[in-house]
Structure formats: structure tokens, C-alpha cells
């Protein structure tokens, strides 16, 4: 039977041992139209995705720069609501049998209720869920019924982390790691300046779990970059950014298409630079939390 988890498996161990990088790519859903998402999500994956990124519009979004904030604000104007991320998720898994990851902030999971949630979203055919205002101190909850349903609950570490916090978040990897390359929030940069190689190292001496970079990678010059420290990059603004542009639906699929096999065939290059393996292991995480109601609202 195939899990979210280990569809998510599947796609890291293909790219590991072809040897080549993995690029992920993002979307928000029903930017800059509800009925535009699914065609833009079969561009990419026809593109090379290796896994895609579906993110709930959400009116607070914490993590996200002016590029995906905006996109979020639209797609709530129009009227995108959760079960028509849902319904999108679900038709794109008729598709593609590529990882679907579901981007969403916390608020959305705790109203609806986190067995409902996670249940629907498996049903729908998506393999893991990104969380990023829920600490690991506080995801027990929400870790366990997604552990329940098969999917992943995908961490993030970030280059400010101690030692000892990212040995935490390594206890907990489920399918990879996120690893936010800057501090601050998501949007293409010029230049990354975070120094990856330590940052990653140091996750590697905790786990031997895939290690993805996101946050700041503005196009192939950027995912080359940031690929030799990692075993796939996030590409989410510069493919939001190249929604705008004009041409309707089949302009949108065309330029996201065309960046993200650019990317992808960029990545192509750091062909055999495999990930290493650490010596040590951590043990399973310790302690519980009730996580508590964040702000923001999406529509349900």
C-alpha cells in the first residue's frame, strides 16, 4: 500500500540514487484564479517537479514575503476555500503521481480539527503537510495523526538554530527536512548569503533524512547554489512571480513551466554529488504539548 510517506520516500531514494538533486516547487492555491491551480500544478510536474507545494491562502501568513502574501490576499478576495484546495489536490493526484505537499499554517488545522484534517487531506492524495508557525515543541498532536494517516509532517530548521534545537528537529525528520536558508521570510533573493555548508553539516551530523533548502532561491543560478549542500531546493516566489505576465491560462502554464524545467535542468548538473551519511543517530523525541490556536484566518 502506498503512504504518503512512503511516496515522499520513494521520490528522495530515486533522486539518491540517480545521484541528482530534487526541486521542489510551489504554488498558491487559487492565485491568480481557482480554476487556474491544477493546470499550473500539471505545468510544473510536466516540467520536472519532483514534488510539488500546494499552499492554503491564509489572511497571516508569518513566513511568507510580499510575493506570496499577496498572492495569498487575491486567492482569499476570489474566494479559494479549503475544500477547494482539497478538491484541487485530489484531481492533480489523478494526474501525477509525484508527492503533493500541502503548505498551510495551523489556524486552518485546529478549526477544522486535526483528525479531520489530516483524514481529508490523505483522501485527497496528499503525502505530507508543512507547518511553519507549529514549534516542534508543540506538533505532538498534530505529528501523531498524521504518523496515524501515513503522512509526513515535514520539520523546519533554521540557520539560528542551537545545536541542540536541530538535534531536536532531527529526531523528528518524517520524510525531510526543511531548511530555511535566511532568516526572514520567503521571497528570491540575489544572493544567499547564510553560509549552507555549515548549516547542513550540522543537521548531518543528526540524521541521515533528506535535507531540502527553501526560502530565497530565485531561479537556476541560486538552486545550483544552494543544491550542493542539499538533496533538493524549494522554489516558491520566482514561480509565483512568473504567474504575472499576461496571456491567460496558457501563458501562466508556459512561464512556470519554463522556469521550473530551467531549474530542474540546472540541477541536472550537480549529477552525482550525493548526499552524505552521518555517523551518529538521535533518539526519539521527548516530551508533549498541547499546541494552542494560532491567528489568521482561512476560509473553510
Do not use: W
Request: one cysteine or more.
Amino acid at each position: 500500500m502506498i503512504t504518503g510517506k512512503s511516496r515522499i520516500a520513494g521520490a528522495f531514494s530515486r533522486l539518491r540514487e540517480t545521484g541528482e538533486k530534487g526541486l521542489i516547487t510551489y504554488i498558491t492555491a487559487g492565485y491568480p484564479e481557482p480554476g487556474h491551480t491544477l493546470e499550473i500544478l500539471k505545468a510544473l510536474a510536466d516540467a520536472g517537479s519532483d514534488l510539488v507545494e500546494i499552499g492554503l491562502p491564509f489572511s497571516d501568513p508569518i513566513a511568507d514575503g510580499p510575493v506570496i502574501q499577496r498572492a495569498s490576499n487575491l486567492a482569499l478576495a476570489r474566494g479559494t476555500r479549503l475544500a477547494d484546495v482539497f478538491d484541487i489536490a485530489h484531481a492533480f493526484r489523478k494526474y501525477a503521481d509525484i508527492p503533493v505537499l500541502l503548505m498551510t499554517y495551523y489556524n486552518p488545522v485546529f478549526r477544522s480539527g486535526t483528525v479531520a484534517f489530516v483524514n481529508r487531506a490523505r483522501d485527497c492524495g496528499i503525502d505530507g503537510l508543512i507547518v511553519p508557525d507549529l514549534p516542534v515543541e508543540e506538533d505532538s498532536p498534530l505529528r501523531y495523526e498524521t504518523a496515524e494517516a501515513g503522512l509526513s509532517l515535514v520539520p523546519l530548521a533554521a540557520p539560528t538554530s542551537t545545536d541542540r534545537r536541530l538535534k531536536k528537529i532531527a529526531s523528528r525528520a518524517d520524510g525531510f527536512i526543511y531548511c530555511v536558508s535566511v532568516t526572514g521570510v520567503t521571497g528570491p533573493r540575489a544572493e544567499i548569503n547564510t553560509d549552507l555548508k555549515s548549516f547542513t553539516n550540522r543537521l548531518r551530523s543528526y540524521t541521515d533524512s533528506p535535507l531540502v533548502v527553501g526560502f530565497g532561491i530565485s531561479g537556476p543560478d541560486s538552486a545550483l547554489k544552494a543544491a550542493a549542500h542539499c538533496d533538493a531546493v524549494v522554489v516558491g516566489s520566482a514561480i509565483v512571480s512568473a504567474v504575472d505576465g499576461g496571456g491567460g491560462l496558457t501563458g501562466i502554464t508556459s512561464r512556470v513551466g519554463r522556469l521550473a524545467r530551467e531549474i530542474k535542468d540546472t540541477l541536472r548538473q550537480r549529477k552525482g554529488a550525493g548526499a552524505t551519511v552521518p555517523e551518529e543517530r538521535t533518539g526519539p523525541p521527548q516530551g508533549r504539548r498541547e499546541a494552542g490556536e494560532r491567528r489568521g484566518t482561512a476560509t473553510i
